[in-house]
């Protein structure tokens, strides 16, 4: 399974929208973590598990998502609900609820991923405005195998972020 994960655009749907067209035939599932700032009614969610942020005022985002794929349990939140500014600690209560094996959240504009028990946090940064310590719009491409998941990390003009390639043993 391949998963996109995105968040944070705040307002620029031109970069979701050349997002989308340049993996919608390549991955099996696509996360939007939230700050969107589009209406939640935009033809461009068709297909996107997306949730609400802080930043978005339109009433039609659930604050959270529990997805089920082949081989994964993912929850997707933006993660200003879970105080994620201050660590992984109510998250990670919300993951077990959940039984989530994969969380992807957005929020602090900041790209990290953590592996904590089972369970797997991941924050794309922002695809539009970046903060801490690696500046660069971002957003990632998870592959998730019976075995492992494999994060690659890539730029807003889709070039990969070398560095920034992870692999999690499940």
């Not at 075995?147 to 560095?163: G, M, N, S, V």
């Amino acid at each position: 399974m391949k998963y996109l994960v995105v968040s944070d655009n705040h307002g620029d749907r031109s970069v979701i929208e050349r997002l989308f067209a340049r993996y919608k035939n390549e991955v099996d599932e696509i996360f939007h973590c939230g700050d969107s700032e589009l209406p939640s009614n935009d033809s461009l969610w068709q297909g996107v598990h997306i949730v609400t942020g802080n930043c978005d005022y339109d009433r039609g985002y659930e604050a959270s998502l529990t997805v089920e794929t082949p081989l994964d349990r993912v929850l997707v939140t933006h993660g200003h609900l879970y105080d994620v500014r201050f660590g992984l600690y109510r998250l990670s209560l919300k993951a077990l609820e959940e039984k989530a094996n994969l969380v992807f959240f957005g929020h602090t504009h900041v790209i990290g991923c953590e592996k904590v028990g089972n369970t797997l946090f991941l924050n794309p940064g922002s695809i539009s405005q970046p903060r801490g310590t690696i500046q660069e719009k971002s957003y990632c491409i998870v592959e998730s195998t019976a075995e492992a998941w494999t994060i690659q990390y890539y730029r807003a003009d889709f070039t990969l972020l070398p560095e920034l390639t992870f692999e999690f043993k499940k």
